[in-house]
């Protein structure tokens, strides 16, 4: 939700084609301010939580319908469009069958709330229909919704980008360069969602895939608020981004957010800390090994610095060192039933030999990369942090290896003495 209220604040001060399309522009001036974007993700938002997430279509669209009037009078000069305004304040709560892009600005919310791609486009389809009932306004909203979903669960940028032109049909082989000369501010859904894909798909970060949207240019601020929705879901934010943007942010929108993080914490208490967000760390890696660029490499060491700030953790193959569980019974122990251990359990973590008899500690990046037959069947997570510091630290190991069965990234001693400054720095 925050990359949406960000993208529409940095984009506001270059909408209606002003800015000059450039990628180097300082984020937050005097001159931004959240627009009818943040309002109406907001007032999503809040009408998705009043719902619950198991309500059904009439619930949904009413609670959606009351809280989208409601905001909207609370915020009428955010700039809407005449006819989104019209319906907010009168009291007709028909829909005016729109295909304008305020269906995508709007739906991020739908895109994280829900347990299942079918129940997230269901919902986004209903945020989108209260108002953009035409075809093309519902494509706009589930789109988006849906890439979300797909990004907060680990999917690549190759996954959803191939979904997207699958599902929804729209045309992604233009890269920002051949949009960008003739690209101008347009409102509808068929000329704003196909550019705010691409933005997102030649980002390498959340910040840069803002700075796509001011290059191309157009309706900034409702480009910013869809590229940097799913941005936040692929990438993250850095806190710093967060910080500065919250002055921009009114008291009563800042609640609602923070109500909204608030209950996504509570449904998936075991994604803060967890190794679900390593899937960026790989997805570097990847494109490390296709382009095998220095700024790559710089791209992975600050993933893995944020990655340990956020108290992030890997799955770790470990090594019975007194075969402690060789010694169970496991006959005698029915699952759910506690028991103990007959002596102190040792563990250390399992290292790997290269062809040159060197040893590196292995670092996972998902469940997926440590089930491997030359591992161990003893997983447990560990701090990142504690990775980095044991690769770095110990005498007998040359540094560590990401995923060393696949994107096999090797990073010594040198590179994770960069790590630790940067994370002794924060």
């Known amino acids: 939700m925050y990359g949406a209220i960000i993208g529409d604040i940095v984009g506001s001060r270059f909408e209606f084609d002003r800015g000059g399309k450039t990628r180097e522009f300082k984020l937050f001036t005097k001159d931004c301010d959240f627009t009818d974007d943040t309002v109406m993700t907001t007032a999503v938002a809040e009408a998705l939580m009043e719902a619950g997430i198991d309500a059904g279509e009439e619930e949904v669209k009413n609670c959606l319908i009351k809280s989208m009037k409601k905001w909207g009078q609370a915020y009428p000069h955010a700039g809407y469009g005449a006819r989104f305004i019209h319906w907010v304040l009168s009291k007709d709560a028909e829909p005016y069958g729109s295909y304008g892009n305020g269906s995508a600005m709007r739906v991020s919310p739908a895109g994280w709330l829900y347990d299942t791609i079918e129940r ?15 075809p093309e306004g519902v494509k706009g909203a589930e789109s988006l919704a849906a890439a979300i979903f797909m990004a907060r669960n680990g999917a690549s940028m190759e996954d959803i980008d191939f979904f997207i032109r699958e ?90 957010v923070n ?26 890696c990847h494109r490390l090994n296709e382009t095998h660029k220095e700024e790559e490499l710089v791209t992975l060491v600050l993933k893995l610095v944020e990655r340990i700030k956020a108290e992030g953790q890997a799955p770790t193959p470990m090594v019975d060192v007194n075969n402690v569980l060789g010694t169970l019974d496991l006959g005698q122990i029915t699952l759910g039933n506690e028991f103990c251990l007959g002596e102190e359990m040792r563990l250390r973590i399992f290292a790997l030999t290269d062809k040159n008899g ?14 491997h037959e030359q591992t161990t069947s003893l997983i447990l997570n560990m701090p990142i942090r504690m990775l980095v510091e044991d690769g770095y630290e110990c005498d007998t190991l040359e540094g560590i290896v990401i995923n060393p069965f696949s994107d096999n990234i090797l990073l010594g001693k040198e590179i994770l003495g960069i790590v630790m400054k940067k994370i002794g720095e924060a």
């Open 358 to 371: 060197k040893r590196w500690l292995p670092f996972f990046t998902n469940e997926e990369e440590v089930n």
């Open 120 to 134: 997230t486009r269901e919902v986004a389809r209903w945020t989108a229909e209260v108002t953009h009932n035409h």
């Open 167 to 256: 599902e929804f049909g729209y045309d992604l082989s233009r890269s920002l360069d051949d949009i960008r000369p003739t690209y101008y501010h347009v409102e509808d859904c068929m000329r704003t969602m196909p550019e705010a894909f691409e933005c997102f798909l030649e980002s390498e970060s959340f910040e840069s895939a803002l700075r796509n949207v001011m290059y191309i240019g157009g309706d900034t601020d409702t480009l910013g608020a869809i590229a940097g929705a799913l941005a936040e879901a692929f990438w993250g934010i850095p806190v710093s981004i967060i910080e500065e943007a919250s002055d921009y942010i009114p008291e009563d929108i800042f609640k609602v």
């Open 259 to 284: 109500e909204f993080h608030s209950n996504l914490h509570n449904k998936y208490p075991d994604d803060i800390g967890d190794y679900r967000e390593n899937v960026h760390i790989k997805d570097v």
